[in-house]
């Protein structure tokens, strides 16, 4: 029973993200697509952590925030894990307080302003992640986390010239080109997105989440079986033909999307990746 909510829930969010970057395909103007990948996600972390990783390190540190909340390690640590398992707002509060209490540390200043874009506030969120990094010392995922919020706000061009910045650092990054191949779709420059995305794809172990992304940007120019064989690759056949029919369905009422969009959100959980989420 857990199992096929959580595939539910895996499905919906997919859906999701196909609504929101398939209605500025196909024109629509939104203030709302969060459909960006990236890297606003959690900062670098152990890979493959399951959601019951996550909730011990919260029985973890939580009563060690609790019984010192000044210790920024155990802060960073507890604010992380409140984010990846959805408390977000929980981990903006931590974090707000971390912030105001090590106002000039960058690490600090750098969870801060993932968890502010979270939580829907993304000039701030850009403005303190400005602050997490410097331009003689540039940290190419604060790049990668500043270009996603200016996706978030809708400033594709600006975005780009972030990722492309950050890619001067860390050349073929996949997670930075993943941000910067759906910024190319929510551009609605199609191809140009399939091309960058393919590059984040070679990259072995390919993260599920590039090649979500590479299935979805093939779906949007109607390559649908394409789309479908590449989405198999980590969901089960069920599942990557359900996205796909969705899919279809959306680009066949190009004019009826609107409606569908305003309750579209994508977590932007790739900092890792949908973006991520």
């Given amino acids: 029973m857990r199992l096929t909510r959580l ?23 939104t203030t709302q697509s969060t459909a960006t990948t990236g890297s606003l996600g ?6 493959n952590r399951s959601d019951a990783d996550w909730r011990r390190d919260l029985a973890v540190y939580g009563p060690q925030y ?3 909340p000044g210790n920024l390690e155990v802060a960073l640590r507890y604010a992380q894990a409140l984010r990846a398992t959805g408390e977000r707002a ?30 829907g506030d993304y000039q701030q969120a850009f403005d303190v992640l ?17 270009g996603a919020v200016l996706d978030q706000m809708g400033h594709h061009n600006d975005a780009q010239r972030f990722y492309l910045t950050a890619l001067k650092i860390v050349p073929d990054e996949p997670s930075v080109l993943s941000n910067l191949g759906l910024s190319y779709a929510l551009s609605r420059d199609l191809p140009k997105a399939e091309e960058v995305l393919r590059r984040a794809a070679a990259h072995q172990p390919v993260d599920p989440r ?13 390559r649908f079986a394409e789309a479908e064989s590449i ?23 190009k004019d009826n999307l609107r409606k569908p969009l305003a309750n579209a959100r994508v977590r932007p959980d790739m900092g890792r990746m949908a973006s991520g989420e």
């Fill in 42 to 47: 959690l900062a670098p972390a152990p890979e």
């Fill in 7 to 29: 595939r539910s829930a895996r499905l919906l969010a997919s859906a999701a993200a196909i609504a929101a970057i398939a209605a500025l395909a196909a024109g629509c103007q």
């Fill in 90 to 119: 929980q981990a903006l509060a931590v974090l707000q307080r971390a912030s105001i209490a090590a106002p000039h540390n960058k690490t600090v200043l750098g969870e801060y302003g993932r968890a502010l874009a979270d939580n």
């Fill in 66 to 68: 609790r019984a010192d």
């Fill in 231 to 253: 989405a198999r690759a980590d969901l089960p056949p069920e599942e990557a033909a359900a996205n796909v029919a969705y899919l279809r369905q959306m680009l066949a009422q």
């Fill in 210 to 222: 590039v090649r979500a992304n590479l299935a979805l940007v093939v779906g949007l120019q109607g």
């Fill in 130 to 146: 400005g602050r997490a990094h410097s331009p003689d010392q540039p940290d190419w995922r604060i790049l990668s986390a500043q």
